[in-house]
């Protein structure tokens, strides 16, 4: 089965600056890749997502970016604010159903 | 638009004890996913329901179990409780089949004792 992987575990930025989490994923078939922000006693909450005919996609502050041939996707965050402190979860699936592959997580604070 | 809704948000269990979890998709969604979350393991994906049918099943024993509604309000059941199965279980509905947007619930936590 698809196995992905990310990094860091932990980031600590400053307001403003950006900060970046990897993806890395196994399967070659995976097509979609969404990223999830999960706030405190909260379920993960889409916050982008792209495809694999696509290789890149930014809605405002907040960018991924595909390779299909590394078989990697980042997300970027830009001027970066506190309440994007929280934990980002990136995930793989096929297009044929909802089996989502997640990464472990990446805690992000960003200090005032 | 009211979003997912999963009930109960807490519960206490002790092992051997069996625990029904309810969840209740956005209006109109027909497919709902299930996943297990812990600090160790991260999200695991243990089933998905459309049309009152699973489709797609994770690697877990048995001991889970779910069903779909003809509503699609879902509920997963896992009987003879054991201490490792203490997570946030998290439910997900989304538009139809195939991989659209999930839309997540808060979750039910539940601590085995």
Known sequence: GENVEQHPSTLSVQEGDSAVIKCTYSDSASNYFPWYKQELGKGPQLIIDIRSNVGEKKDQRIAVTLNKTAKHFSLHITETQPEDSAVYFCAATLNTGNQFYFGTGTSLTVIP | ?113
């Open chain 2, 1 to 113: 638009k009211a979003g997912v809704t999963q009930t109960p948000r807490y519960l206490i269990k002790t092992r051997g004890q069996q625990v029904t979890l309810s969840c209740s998709p956005i209006s109109g969604h027909r497919s709902v996913s299930w996943y297990q979350q812990t600090p160790g393991q991260g999200l695991q994906f243990l089933f998905e329901y459309f049309s009152e049918t699973q489709r797609n099943k994770g690697n877990f024993p048995g001991r889970f179990s779910g069903r779909q509604f003809s509503n699609s309000r879902s509920e997963m059941n896992v009987s003879t409780l054991e201490l490792g199965d203490s997570a946030l279980y998290l439910c997900a509905s989304s538009p139809v089949g195939g991989a659209n947007v999930l839309t997540f619930g808060a979750g039910s936590r539940l601590t085995v004792l």
